[in-house]
């Protein structure tokens, strides 16, 4: 059996090699030592270099550890923030980097889930802190939406308190009146079309941040396309969004549009997960090549998890806020009593040249508007809460300190609940008043349509018998009439004019009618208009029939918010904090930027009611000083009968 005994000794031959492999091997093995982890050293290594980039890029406010921040860090820097921290990118324990977005100067910032999520509430909080205490004083706009009820800026009051940050709005209608606000920022200084192929977008010195923090549930299509478009239009003349909760849930046709669930143009995409949040597209400035796409659209994203900054401590900052109002009061308060006259040269003015009073002050020049043929009308636009009544309110006591009930008789409407008007009549509620201003023939509060249209008719009358008493007397101004006649001169004030002219009904049309007649004929008669509202915009009368109407009203007021009132080029009120406003004696036209104007200035003005006892002895005295045979004013309300 030579051949089994071959295989035999060549199996053992194969089994002792084996064995001989097996104890290398385990020999091999004992003695073996894995060579160093460069993969980990080189992620530490690059998370270093990214803290070293990190700190570079947003120094001090910016980049800070909230917590941590010490008490003697300095506000204001002398440059825009460029750069903004919203959390720690943790790729490992060892390897972790604060998460830095290019916002102010570059593009946008959205969330996909709005400020209901804390984590967003509590890194919109801290952003916006961030930017505040760095921002040069004066040279960041903020315009809040919040339709969860405004919770979110509460901590910020402060600053609301001080005009230099507006409250939040919370419904659709603020939505879109801070649409129009920043739709008035994106606008060119020069017409597109008049405009060089080669020019370059001008550069702002203020920068308008757009913060939204919450859509309102009834968001529409169009308002979505607004931000949309602010969004392209945006970087390129200083306006930024912080949008939370974009793209918004489609749960609406409107919402459930392919464009309203796009990304954001030229925005910072961050995705919520749990616990973390994912980076996604980033705002690049380069347009896309004809011959491929976009940075935005191939770049994945940062595929790194996000921990978002906290909410900031409290005390941090109303400390910050507290500053900031502080510093702003000290830049320059004025009172009321600035305004007018000296007590004792009240009553003293005629108005048969014309009227004027003070505005408001501009550094420390009073600057006076008038009433005369040159300037016969004026034009009002604030959004609500600009300081719109209280503009009124101090330019109706400046005009009836200065001329007499005999000089001035004054015509008031309101379309709107408020208080801006009841003043000047007497008041019947739970304290009763007697009280009323000597000079108002019609105080209207929160009157109809109706109502409006009855006082106009009135106007319309008087103007047909001074038109009758001056052939009469054979001359053609109202100045030459008052020679031989004591007349006052009339003004109407006309709070949310538009809505008389609202639709296509009979009272629009002849509300617009009469309007149009008293704009043209008023000047030689001595009767006078000041139209207020929040936009000028929308109305369909006024925009078949603009420069009929206003073509005759060259004063233009443009409060916070209420730019349009001015010519589309001119956007000298952009940056209007509260408490200030555009006085454009010239039908709103602008001129070269840093240029001297003289038909525009922008002036300070305080609120009325900031010292009631003030103004209670203001009242008093005003009235007191009646004749005590006059009638206090027919006051219209949706409950009373219209003016005979």
């Not at 009834?218 to 969004?231: H, K, M, S, W």
């Not at 300081?387 to 379309?415: H, I, M």
């Amino acid at each position: 059996m030579p051949g089994l005994n071959a295989r035999i000794d060549q199996a053992a031959s194969l089994h002792r090699h084996a064995s001989a492999v097996a104890q290398a091997a385990a020999s091999a093995l004992d003695t073996y030592l894995p060579p160093p982890r460069t993969d980990l050293a080189e992620q530490q290594a690059l998370a270093q270099r990214l803290r070293d980039a990190a700190g570079r890029l947003t120094p001090g406010w910016l980049g800070a550890v909230l917590d941590e921040v010490p008490a003697g860090l300095p506000l204001g820097e002398q440059r825009r923030p460029e750069f903004v921290r919203i959390g720690t990118a943790a790729p490992g324990e060892d390897a972790q980097f604060p998460a830095v977005l290019p916002l102010l100067g570059t593009g946008h910032l959205t969330f996909s889930a709005d400020s209901r999520d804390p984590r967003v509430a509590g890194v919109l909080r801290a952003v916006l802190l961030r930017l505040l205490a760095t921002a040069p004083s004066g040279t960041l706009v903020v315009r809040a939406v919040d339709a969860v009820g405004g919770a979110l800026f509460a901590p910020f009051g402060a600053l609301a308190d001080a005009g230099l940050m507006p409250p939040p709005v919370t419904d659709r209608a603020g939505l879109q009146a801070v649409l129009a606000e920043a739709e008035h920022w994106v606008r060119p200084s020069r017409p597109e079309a008049q405009r060089r192929p080669t020019a370059r977008p001008r550069r702002r010195d203020c920068t308008m941040l757009l913060l939204i923090a919450a859509l309102p549930s009834d968001v529409q299509g169009a308002e979505l396309n607004r931000i949309t478009a602010l969004a392209q239009a945006g970087p390129a003349t200083g306006l930024h969004l912080i949008v939370a909760g974009w793209p918004p849930p489609p749960l609406t046709p409107d919402t459930s549009l392919p464009s309203a669930q796009a990304p954001l143009p030229m925005s910072t995409q961050v995705a919520l997960r749990n616990p973390y949040a994912l980076l996604g597209g980033m705002p690049f400035s380069q347009p896309a090549r004809a011959d491929g796409p976009s940075p935005t659209a191939t770049w994945p994203g940062l595929s790194v998890p996000v921990r978002l900054d906290p909410d900031p401590p409290a005390e941090l900052v109303a400390r910050v806020c507290r500053e900031l109002a502080e510093r702003y009061a000290l830049s320059g308060q004025v009172h009321l009593m600035d305004l007018l006259p000296d007590p004792d040269h009240w009553w003293a003015e005629s108005s048969a040249a014309g009227m004027s009073t003070t505005a408001g002050l501009a550094g420390e020049t009073p600057i006076s508007l008038v009433f005369a043929d040159l300037t016969p009308h004026w034009l009002v636009g604030g959004r609500t809460g600009g300081g719109k009544s209280a503009f009124l309110v101090n330019v109706l006591y400046g005009l009836c300190t200065r001329y007499d009930p005999d000089e001035l008789a004054l015509y008031l409407l309101d379309f709107k609940p408020g208080e801006a008007f009841g003043r000047f009549a007497p008041s019947t509620g739970s304290e009763p008043d007697p009280a009323w201003l000597p000079h108002a023939r019609v105080v209207g509060l929160d009157c109809d349509r109706e109502q409006g249209l009855a006082v106009l008719r009135e106007l319309d009358e008087e103007l047909r018998r001074r038109e009758e008493l001056w052939q009469e007397l054979g001359v053609q101004r109202f100045v030459q009439a008052r020679e031989q006649r004591s007349l006052p001169r009339l003004v109407c004030v006309i709070d949310e004019f538009p809505v008389l002219l609202t639709g296509s009904d009979p009272v629009a049309a002849e509300a617009l009618g009469l309007l149009e007649a008293i704009g043209r004929r008023g000047r030689a008669y001595g009767v006078h208009l000041i139209l207020c509202s929040q936009t000028v915009r929308g109305i369909e009368a006024l925009h078949a029939r603009r420069d009929s109407l206003f073509g005759q009203v060259p004063v233009r007021i443009a409060l916070p918010g209420g730019g349009d009132v001015l010519e589309a080029t001119n956007d000298a009120a952009a940056t209007l904090p509260l408490g200030c406003a555009v006085v454009n004696t010239a039908g709103g036209l602008g001129g070269p930027r840093g240029a001297t104007r003289g038909h525009e200035k922008t002036v300070r003005f305080p609120d009325p009611d900031a010292d009631a006892q003030v103004l209670a002895a203001l009242r008093q005295r005003l009235w007191q000083a009646r004749d005590p045979s006059s009638d206090p004013p027919v006051v219209l309300t949706a409950l009373t009968q219209e003016p005979a």
